[in-house]
């Protein structure tokens, strides 16, 4: 089945740690992202990428890091200088940036004790 | 921020047609209406989108004005499994942004 992976479901991490979450994709997009959830709140765009070793940052950028060195991987690092880094993580998929429709995963939710 | 107002919550009698407005009234010439939905703690999924014109795929139907300032996503028959919460959404689309703005969304919860 075609779709977007992401793992582990539920991460948990001490203060202080970087901790990497981590998004592959098999339907073969060229453009991937990462949205960021609080409870009760929307999505914010945290870095998106149009094309293989190409990111953008988004919104909310500050104290996240990504690459994509691979077509079919986007994975996020979440490090110490992050304020606030207990949410639910988001990574999503389209065909291209200009693409209608973009394919979510099924979240991580990282909880920072 | 993002530039769309829906209403926290709304009810709908299982087997009933769902009605779930927006407001836009910023929108630009060139900017979609999007519509996803997100059950608990999954990844939201798309529904349909429009420009200006009346759209209507296998989910859902789309109802925008003519003066594009609202619009109104139709579930014509809805389930339990219609329950989340659903967001509408304006594209802002310039360079090399693709960036989908969610607002707090409408929880529609579907009773038997």
């Known amino acids: 089945d075609g779709g977007i992976t992401q793992s582990p479901k539920y991460l948990f991490r001490k203060e202080g740690q970087n901790v990497t979450l981590s998004c592959e994709q098999n339907l073969n997009h060229d453009a991937m992202y990462w949205y960021r959830q609080d409870p009760g709140q929307g999505l914010r765009l945290i870095y998106y990428?149009?094309?293989?070793?190409?990111?953008q940052k988004g919104d909310i950028a500050e104290g996240y890091s990504v690459s994509r060195e691979k077509k079919e991987s986007f994975p996020l690092t979440v490090t110490s200088a992050q304020k606030n880094p207990t949410a639910f993580y988001l990574c999503?998929?389209?065909?291209?940036?200009?693409?209608?429709?973009?394919?979510f995963g099924p979240g991580t939710r990282l909880t920072v004790l | 921020d993002a530039k769309t107002t829906q209403p926290p919550s709304m009810d709908c009698a299982e087997g009933r047609a769902a009605n779930l407005p927006c407001n836009h009234s910023t929108i630009s010439g060139n900017e979609y209406v999007y519509w996803y939905r997100q059950i608990h703690s999954q990844g939201p999924q798309y529904i349909i989108h429009?420009?200006?014109n009346n759209e209507t795929n296998e989910m859902a139907s789309l109802i925008i004005t003519e003066d594009r300032k609202s619009s109104t996503l139709i579930l014509p028959h809805a389930t339990l499994r219609d329950t989340a919460v659903y967001y509408c959404?304006?594209?802002?689309?310039?360079?090399?942004?693709?960036?989908?703005?969610f607002g707090t969304g409408t929880l529609l919860a579907v009773q038997p």
């Open positions: 999503a998929s389209s065909t291209a940036l200009q693409s209608n429709e973009q394919f």
């Open positions: 429009g420009l200006k």
């Open positions: 959404i304006v594209r802002v689309y310039g360079g090399a942004t693709n960036k989908l703005i």
């Open positions: 990428s149009q094309i293989v070793n190409d990111f």
